[in-house]
């Protein structure tokens, strides 16, 4: 029991600190009054993702991940809203937002209504909540072979690559005690993922050594 609720504390500190990554980019749209070269998409899939593992953290009674979910989400929005307030492209976005509202309130009822069993409820959407989470792991592969191919790193950055191999190792670890696989293996994407850039900053390092910002990937 010692374990689990240090391995709790861990997954907690580590997710809201890879959360809170995107601070900066909140800080560059305050200084800059612009959402320039600021992706919102993560901001917006982020935030669905956090909904998704809080109904299924609410179902489970596993108060890490509600606590974790809830602030995440709370963080999301908080990056939403401020990137509407300084885009000049809000009438797309709140399109896309619509359609994120309705997917949310489209599982909430099918889940609340159409699927009344708790354990098939835990299944589909801890299936489904695996499958969102592994996609937005994998998303920025693209990205990596671009990397390898320009030998260019400044578009990768270092403190959210490292926060997020300890936020999916604490997470892979947490579902082993728990013996949940739909928290294991969705998470175990982002161990890897963040082992291939800690080698990309180790081979590149020398090239980009002149280059000492970072721009933040979004994961």
Known sequence: MELLQLLSWACIVFTIGMFSTGLSDLKKMRESKSSDNIQFLPFLTTCLNNFGWLFYGLLKSDQTIILVNTIGALLQILYIVMYLTYTDKRRRLMSQIFTAVMVLLGGWLYFSTILTDKEAQLSQLGLTCSAVTVSMYLSPLTDLVRIVRSRDIKCLSFPLTIATFFTSTSWVLYGQ??????????????????????????KFSSVNQNSPSYKPLHT
């Open 177 to 202: 005690q728990l013996n949940d696989y739909y928290i294991v293996v969705p998470n175990t994407p982002g161990i890897i993922t963040s082992v291939i850039r800690l080698y990309l900053f180790w």
